[in-house]
């Protein structure tokens, strides 16, 4: 089999056999067919010398560089394995390294807005944050049930509410929040850090 074309479409139901994600194989294919554009040989037939000329022309990000590097190097590693070549040529392909990313903390401003966007999307009656959603039902002042346009034949979270203390007519839900505060019992934490 020194003909590419079938070893790519080995390769390729090698990888199906294995179980890899769809997506990760069509990426697969799309690389190795663009390396194939840009050699002067057909794949089994390169050379490392080819490929770094391939790889010198990639100026794509870093992390796009070493994502395509290891796809052929993974190509290559295959076809030594299944002996269609002796020595893959992709070995030694040069990577840029890539830097570990910063954490960029969210501002409490933004996490709280996004934390009332997440709240209004929900379609539940009530919703405890930091909290037991019983609560909602224990303060008995806050209506308690269903989030409003369910019927029996679409059940969703329920239909109606109960707890009408307010008199609140088209409630749609309560929200229940509480601080969130941890406690250890007494000396289940004594010792530990």
Sequence with gaps: ?????????????WMRQRGLAPSYITARRRILTH???HLPRPLLHATA???????SQLT????TVVHAVSHVREFYAWAVRARLIAVSPAAEIPVPRIGRGIPR??????MAAALDRAIQALA????AINGWAALGYGLVVTPWGAFPGSDAADIQSGVGFV???????????TVVRARLVLCCRRGYCQGRA
Excluded: N
């Design 124 to 127: 539940y009656g009530t919703v």
């Design 35 to 37: 390396l194939h554009g």
């Design 49 to 55: 010398r080819d490929l770094s000329r391939w790889r």
């Design 105 to 110: 903390p969210v501002s409490e401003a933004r």
């Design 60 to 63: 794509t990000a870093p992390a």
């Design 1 to 13: 089999m020194r003909d590419s074309a079938a070893a790519v479409t080995a390769h390729m139901e």
């Design 163 to 173: 707890h009408a203390t307010l008199m609140l007519s088209r409630a749609e839900r």
